[in-house]
């Protein structure tokens, strides 16, 4: 008697055949492997992508910021502000630097209002804040206006009543439009709104603030009781050095009254995020793989009950136990591959559709392309295994009894 065989054409034949023979079961049982294959693309390229976002804004904000903190508190109880006043003038003539100024929020006390009338009570709350900025610090702050204009040296020098609003703080003032030359009140002073900013790319705390000149500001209510900052806005690569720089520059003196905080390093802080979005998208990618596979490997279990007949019969005619699991492994294998190409269209097509709707770069490694049909693949051989083994189990006898 001639040796039973099955060739690897015979049992790709037999294994497309058995899926046309039920092309909508065919369909649902890869469903799940396309679902998480088409997960585990779309999660690592919308990572891939927003991490080149947050990358880009690093570099374009955190990486050219330098934050100034007045701590000669800390040293000494005489020095009611450690910032001289040129301090603007000293730190943009470092090498670097963009825009340098002071600012701090205003301490007004029981009677500081902030109101868009001369009346005492307005219903405005006093719980407005006015922050105290040089001109300079108003620039490193890189506003948006959406109305007239920023105040600059010369209001400083001669210690103008002017005043910025936010946008929503101008609405909360009932301050519309400056044509009609406009002022708000801060406790009995008298300031024109000269400009209203639409946005700030730094200090998004000025948005919801009243910004008048420092000078005016330490004129009226005196130098600040908590110390002042300063904010610096430099080239791209220039943060460290100014960073170092500038403690000297402002108090040749006493250095240690200011204290520089420079922009943390760009290489760790991507890493960690790149990290922590990596990890968080991966495991979300392997549940979605993981129920893909559960789904495959029951459909599959039920397919192997219903052709219980069709075993028999085969295993009657000739065929072997391994010749069994060969076909439903060949079987359970092309259902995963097919899932997984149509899983890894769809997962681009997702990146694709999000990075547009978003204005972002489209980012999708390579290698994510290259690997989620294999894993598609991988899937669909595991979740064959216990199916193909019963299938392999049944007797040609009690296959024909049932």
């Known amino acids: 008697m001639e040796r039973s065989r099955f060739h690897w054409r015979d049992a790709v034949s037999e294994s497309t055949a058995g899926i ?56 000494t109880d005489f020095e009611p502000l450690a910032f001289p006043e040129d301090a603007d003038q000293r730190v943009e003539r470092l090498n670097g630097v963009e825009h340098a100024g002071v600012l701090w929020p205003v301490q007004l006390g029981n009677g500081g209002q902030v109101r868009s009338a001369p ?21 490193a702050a890189e506003p948006v206006l959406r109305q007239g204009r920023l105040f600059d040296r ?62 005016t500001a330490q ?9 002042a900052d300063m904010l610096v806005a430099t080239r791209v690569g220039a943060a460290q050095q100014v960073a170092r720089e500038v403690p000297t520059a402002l108090r040749p003196d006493h250095p240690e009254y200011l204290e520089a905080v420079p922009p943390p390093d760009p290489r760790s802080l991507r890493s960690g995020v790149n990290h922590d979005l990596g990890q968080l998208f991966l495991l979300l990618a392997c549940v979605c793989l993981v129920i893909g596979a559960v789904g ?5 279990l039920v397919a192997v009950m219903e052709r219980t007949g069709e075993i028999g019969l085969r295993r009657a005619l000739g065929a072997r136990a391994r010749h069994v699991l060969t076909q439903f492994l060949t079987e359970s294998a092309a259902l995963g591959t097919l899932g ?56 040609p006898v009690e296959a024909l009894r049932r």
Request: glycine share 10%.
């Open 296 to 300: 495959i490997a029951n459909t599959t």
């Open 119 to 139: 009346i005492a009570d307005t219903g405005v709350s006093s719980q407005i804040q006015v922050v105290a900025a040089s001109s300079g610090a108003v620039r």
């Open 154 to 215: 010369w209001h400083d020098r001669t210690r103008q009543h002017v005043a910025l609003l936010g946008a929503g703080m101008a609405n909360r003032l009932g301050i519309t439009t400056l044509d009609t030359q406009p002022a708000i009140f801060i406790g009995d002073q008298a300031f024109t709104v000269i400009g209203i900013l639409g946005d700030v790319h730094r200090r998004a705390d000025l948005l919801l603030s009243v910004i008048v000149p420092r000078t």
């Open 340 to 395: 997984g190409l149509i899983g890894t269209s769809l997962g681009v097509l997702v990146v694709v559709g999000v990075s547009t709707l978003r204005d972002w770069t489209p980012v999708v490694q390579p290698d994510t392309v290259i690997a989620a049909p294999l894993i598609g693949l991988a899937t669909g051989l595991l979740a064959g295994l216990y199916p193909a083994w019963r299938a392999a189990r049944i007797q």
């Open 219 to 227: 004129t009226l209510w005196r130098p600040p009781k908590d110390g």
């Open 20 to 75: 046309l023979q039920r092309p909508a079961r065919a369909a649902l049982t890869a469903l799940g492997t396309v679902l998480g294959v088409g997960a585990f693309v779309a999660v690592l390229g919308l990572t891939a992508t927003a991490t080149s976002q947050i990358d880009g804004r690093f570099s374009r904000l955190t990486a050219t910021e330098v934050t100034v903190h007045d701590v000669a508190r800390s040293h």
